[in-house]
């Protein structure tokens, strides 16, 4: 569906009460920037008071984009990129291009901060520099200070246990501000403002089986080694012509610091010849050192291991960032800012329930700009079914990034075993054959490769020495992979700038942003291992910890299959969603037409379990080249 460009923050003109206002903006000439209420998220929690008004808080100040004089809108130019005969197809920008094309000017952000400053908020710095980047600056102040200089009231609040502030209002901001002679329309810059909210839901998208306990007794793997994903999924003739991702650079975006020598192991353990090489950058200061066990790492660990394994010769660079509300917008400013890369992979998400939708969109801000700079940039879809924000909401939701319009979401399949011996070979994907799962006290046969979702394993409750279907029900309900419907990206969402889903028209999902886009092996049961001497799972000595699973294994195994196709198609793909959809029936896509994730079916074409399917990679980059030279 085309949009057009429109600024979010459409100001509306507000009495507010009178205020002792700095500089010469008029008390009454005030604008509203609507979407900063997380309403659902409110809606299931108690207001305790008022909150602390001299504690301390970080903003995140996103900018709306610029519409330039002589360019199309950004929404445009991304859909430009991606269309086969016209004349901007894959002709992508770099940083410096696209801050000087859609970035406010310098001048308006300092007018912003000038208003900012006379309420005692001030920019962020690490070591010494302002934390900025074209889309966004973050502030900080104390909760008084900053229910002053946005007309707001942040309160305590209290959700299942989970204690945060928030605003109930929209904050607002001077619709003319005079700085240095010149008026400026400060609602109309600002994008939104994060941070008001403290609420976290951001986790990693990983499942273990927990209850199978033997499979961390291992002294080694359990589970598809990077040779056999490869082959099962049509890597291997790219990978057999020397096609190993070299000259791409794969951006892994995480919230948890890693070892890196781990990943070193991993490659060696299963004889892979890495020749890309392998870096940090910690974002807002973050130490990219690990310290203390915890299962974070672990998330890195696997997108390094997995995504180099799949592109052996990409160069990785890990941007690791702190996990809070505003360091989760910065981590993926950070690796749009970056030039070096053309492929991102993360793994981390919330529901959708938690955010506000001013919150999604300066998230997808940085996908846009990574769009418009040639990224592939791709999400994990979130392991909780049709229902991500379980057990907080149980309604149906989908995850946050990945419902976001400008990136990849990459969804779960079970891929069954050809037999029941450990480290079996998988069953051929995109056929019929029967393959075996192996559970505790026996296996399950399943007839080639499904939607990821554990309602299959009802019947097998008694295997897992679990005494009712109840209990059972309890606590696998509902693992799986998320897919559904956006609750923001809609066709009511205001035209704000977002690409939204152009390239989703025709697959019956017109209304909404349809999640996931494609699908990979997630199934723990069909799943994976990690080298993570840092978990809580291991030891310095035996680093190996099995049984895993879930969609951050796909997204990470996406992004080496795109580093592969970037260097075998000479050059980066973007936003390349409208490519995959456009060339779904060209045989480059397993479709998955068995299993569910607890409420929607797969099925024949786009399903909201596995998206456009599993890939042939290597008939997947035959078909993108097709299209390149249409």
Known sequence: MKRTWAVLSTATVLALPALALPGSAAASQYGRVSGNIAHALLAQSTMTGAANTSAKVTLYVGFNFVKPANMPSLAQYIQDTETPGNALFHHFLTETQFAADYAPSPDQVDALLNYLAQYHIVPVTVHGHAVQYPLGINVTGTVGDVEQAFSVSINNYLSAGKSYIANDENPSLPMSYTYQGTSYNLARLVSGVAGMTTYNGIGPHTVQQSNVTHLNDQSGPVGYSPQQIAAAYNATPLLAHHITGKGVTIGVATLAPFVPSDATYFWQYYGINRTGSLSEVGVDGQSTTASGKGIGGSETSLDVERSGAMAPGANIIVYEA???????????????????VQVMTTSWGEAEFFEPFSYAYMLNQAFMQGAAEGMTMIAASGDDGAYDGYPTDKQLAVDSPASSPDILAAGGTTLPMVSTQPNANPISPGTSETGYIPIPNGSIAMVGEQGWGWQYLLPYYANFGVKSEAIWERDIYPFGSTGGYSAFWTSSTPDNGASLYWWQSGTGNANARGVPDV?????????????????????????????????????????????LIDQDLRGPQGLVNAAFYANANGGGFHPITQGNNWYYNAGPGWNAVTGLGSPDVAQLAKSLAAWNQE
């Open 322 to 340: 702190p996990n809070t509300t505003t360091g989760f917008i910065d981590l993926y400013d950070t690796v749009a800012t970056a030039d070096q």
């Open 519 to 563: 699908a990979f092996d997630a199934d723990p049961f069909t799943g994976y291992a990690i080298y993570d001497t840092n978990s809580l799972y291991t030891t310095e000595s035996d680093g190996w910890t099995n049984g895993w699973g879930g969609t951050s294994f796909a997204a990470p195994q996406w992004a080496g299959i795109m580093a």
